[in-house]
């Protein structure tokens, strides 16, 4: 038996050939209608599903490139904190949870930011990772976001905040609750500035971060289908033993009850926030700006009987 497993079945393998390896990620399935999508197509839609509008996640790096003038643009050095101050284990150590999450995203934790232009007007951008432990918000994070809205309101820029979470990391218990009220502390230092704070609320935006800084933009903007809530829908259900609406929490929903100004497919998304960035920063819109450019008067025709060099 070791003789067919050892000898022939390799060299039947050598003479048939080796099956090539597939990339797991090459076909993406819509959530909605298990419509199957290449994903080159999907990456050059900006991970829209073209056929239901779908909007699937997007890295930080890809949503910051799609964000800033020509892709460009600067991260900030966020704190270093504790890495597990709580010393914290339920099935598995909380430490190795977070070293396989930093393996997976090579990140250090769920906040990334950075500044660049949009459409010429310097901006700081936060990014809320949901690969990373579900977006949660640690102290990491929130060091990181409150870096990023002093460091803005210092430099006087506005400040786009990109927000997907599943809410607070429950593995660093009260240390985590904490960083929701000193969140607010970093968006009153950015009003006290008079520098505008946009919230883009992106699937799924839950728990303690609805509670706290992701609902405090001057105009909160949301993507279509977004789930935007506290508590989860089927935990409100079984709590008040009652049937939700339909759309209950998502983005459109919210928008109709006044608890989100707009709903921003994600191709119009950088257009909109160029707008309303330059409206609240009391800026010409860049359309605004180049009607504003003075034409140039045609030069004076010359006289018939004066002589035209050949």
Known sequence: MNWIKNFVR??????????????????????????MVFY????????????????MRMAPDVRLKHTFDGGAYTEIELPDVATDPLKFRDERKYGDRLKEARAKTDRRDAIVAAHGRIDGLETMAVVQDFAFMGGSLGMAAGEGIIT???EAAEKRMPLVLYAASGGARMQEGILSLMQLPRTTV????????????VVVLT?????????????????????????????GPRVIEQTIREKLPDGFQRAEYLRDHGMVDMVVH???????????????????????????????????????DTPVES
């Open 266 to 304: 994600r191709h119009e998304l950088r257009a909109t926030l160029s707008r309303v960035l330059h409206m609240l920063m009391k800026q010409p819109a860049p359309e605004q700006a180049a009607e504003a450019l003075p034409v140039p008067e045609p030069a004076p025709a010359a006289p018939a």
């Open 203 to 231: 699937h799924p935006t839950t728990g303690g971060v609805t509670a706290s800084y992701a609902m405090l933009g001057d105009i909160q903007i949301a993507e279509p289908g977004a789930l935007i809530g506290f508590a």
């Open 186 to 197: 970093g968006v009153q230092r950015l009003r006290e500035a008079g520098m505008p704070y």
């Open 10 to 35: 390799p060299k039947i393998r050598g003479i048939l050939g080796t099956k090539r390896d597939v990339p797991e990620n090459m076909w993406i399935k819509c959530p909605e209608t298990g419509e």
């Open 148 to 150: 990023a809205m002093f």
């Open 40 to 55: 080159k197509d999907l990456e050059a839609n900006q991970f829209v599903i073209p056929g239901s509008g779908y909007h």
